[in-house]
Antibody, heavy 121, light 113 residues
Framework: QVQLVESGGGVVQPGRSLRLSCAAS????????MHWVRQAPGKGLEWVAV????????LYTDSVKGRFTISRDDSQNTVFLQMNSLKAEDTAVYYC??????????????WGQGTLVTVSS | DIVMTQSPDSLAVSLGERTTINCKSS????????????LAWYQQKPGQPPKLLIY???TRESGVPDRFSGSGSGTDFTLAISSLQAEDVAVYYC?????????FGGGTKVEIK
């Protein structure tokens, strides 16, 4: 069955960096765009970034542009989120999610369990 | 950006009763080229990731009970639960995928009365 397992979260000081990973299994990874979606504690869902199925196109929400980079390694069936210059407002559970269509931003049919990132001094 | 507004913020419903959740988009999410509404619904139970319920505004995801249904077009959408079960206690979100950035509604919390 489809599985998405995030890792790499933790407590980090403002201005520092963190790299999240999402290991996928149970499907042909390079057929699907992949997203990161975050949820601040007690808040709603916020889309963060997407990478196309072939890795050629990446898109970001405005608040992370220039600080976050999404990438994928199809040989490892893994999608990454490199987060630099972290701010307190980046504190959230970060979910990776699969996009079932071939576009650059659709809906999410499979989600991981999430990894918590806390930005605090 | 397309702003998604859900109502109500929360509601309490008796077991077996019907309930509806509303979602309004700040602009139409109906694509004229294919006559599809680019609108999805998710269910999130406490401590769990969201789960896809409905896409294209009214297409039920495989395995989702048929008591869940989606309707609406253009800017106004509804998620209905025909007969509330205890396991339906959750927060429900709508999401548009008509244009970037992808945006979600603020969520509607459903509880048992």
């Amino acid at each position: 069955q489809v599985q998405l397992v995030e890792s790499g979260g933790g407590v980090v000081q403002p201005g520092r960096s963190l790299r999240l990973s999402c290991a996928a299994s149970g499907f042909i990874f390079n057929n699907f765009p992949m997203h990161w979606v975050r949820q601040a504690p007690g808040k709603g869902l916020e889309w963060v970034a997407v990478i196309s199925y072939d890795g050629r196109v990446t898109l970001y929400t405005d608040s992370v542009k220039g600080r976050f980079t999404i990438s994928r390694d199809d040989s490892q069936n893994t999608v990454f989120l490199q987060m630099n210059s972290l701010k307190a407002e980046d504190t959230a559970v970060y979910y990776c999610a699969r996009d079932p269509l071939r576009g650059y931003g659709d809906f999410f049919d499979k989600w991981g369990q999430g990894t918590l990132v806390t930005v605090s001094s | 950006d397309i702003v998604m507004t859900q109502s109500p913020d929360s509601l309490a419903v008796s077991l077996g009763e019907r309930t509806t959740i509303n979602c309004k988009s700040s602009q139409s999410v109906l694509h004229n080229s294919n006559n599809k509404n680019y609108l999805a619904w998710y269910q999130q139970k406490p401590g769990q990731p969201p789960k896809l319920l409905i896409y294209w505004a009214s297409t039920r995801e495989s395995g989702v009970p048929d008591r869940f249904s989606g309707s609406g077009s253009g800017t106004d959408f509804t998620l209905a639960i025909s007969s509330l079960q205890a396991e339906d206690v959750a927060v429900y979100y709508c999401q548009q995928y008509y244009s970037g950035p992808l945006t979600f509604g603020g969520g509607t919390k459903v509880e048992i009365k």
